[in-house]
């Protein structure tokens, strides 16, 4: 059964550092988003991408974030100066459509990030 | 967003029928009702969704109440690896992307 796959699945890095965390959807999705989940607290919607453009995204979502699809698989979270507050699960997902009566997302395992 | 509420917590004991509620008295008609659950340490995990009627899959069955302000996630025998946090969430038909998670269910299954 076709997955959502992570990478890294833990990732150290020190406060202002740069991450990239890696997604690779489920073939055929033309949908993706990126959701974070700070331990013990509840599943935050970041963003959503369509068509190589963000389709929404929410208040958490600054200028320190960025997404980007730079193959045709590959679908990327960029954070650049990160802070103490982003550690963080973060969670890729895909779908086959935005229609909320078909959209069924896909979630991958998470990348735990822990800004030191 | 129309709000969802639901009980921080239940038990069940395995291969027992759970009823997980959940309240939505400020639904559009357009609010589909969707549910997941997050097993522990994975990724949240689509279950089943609906709109007016009951709706059954592999997984579970949901019940939808007539004025549809809640609705019920069935699961008919619940086994240890039920054991996961349930959300509910409703999914404006306009608004398709975001998915708003609540603080959700936790189940917990006793053998």
């Known amino acids: 059964e076709p997955e959502v796959t992570q990478t890294p699945s833990h990732q150290v890095t020190q406060m202002g550092q740069e991450v990239i965390l890696r997604c690779v959807p489920i073939?055929?999705?033309?949908?993706f988003y990126w959701y974070r989940q700070i331990l013990g607290q509840k599943v935050e919607f970041l963003v959503s991408f369509y068509n190589n453009e963000i389709s929404e995204k929410s208040e958490i979502f600054d200028d320190q974030f960025s997404v980007e699809r730079p193959d045709g698989s590959n679908f990327t979270l960029k954070i650049r100066s990160t802070k103490l507050e982003d550690s963080a699960m973060y969670f890729c997902?895909?779908?086959?459509?935005?229609?909320?009566?078909?959209?069924?997302?896909?979630f991958g395992p998470g990348t735990r990030l822990t800004v030191l | 967003d129309a709000k969802t509420t639901q009980p921080n917590s239940m038990e069940s004991n395995e291969e027992e029928p759970v009823h997980l509620p959940c309240n939505h008295s400020?639904?559009?008609?357009?609010?589909?009702i969707h549910w997941y659950r997050q097993l522990p340490s994975q990724g949240p995990e689509y279950v089943i969704h609906?709109?007016?009627s009951n709706v059954n899959n592999r997984m579970a069955s949901l019940a939808i109440a007539e004025d549809r302000k809640s609705s019920t996630l069935i699961l008919h025998r619940a086994t240890l690896r039920d054991a996961a946090v349930y959300y509910c969430?409703?999914?404006?038909?306009?608004?398709?992307?975001?998915?708003?998670f609540g603080a959700g269910t936790r189940l917990t299954v006793k053998p």
């Open positions: 969430i409703l999914r404006d038909a306009g608004n398709n992307n975001d998915m708003r």
């Open positions: 997902a895909s779908s086959k459509t935005d229609l909320p009566y078909y959209n069924e997302q896909f």
């Open positions: 073939s055929n999705h033309l949908y």
């Open positions: 609906g709109l007016t």
């Open positions: 400020t639904i559009s008609g357009t609010d589909y």
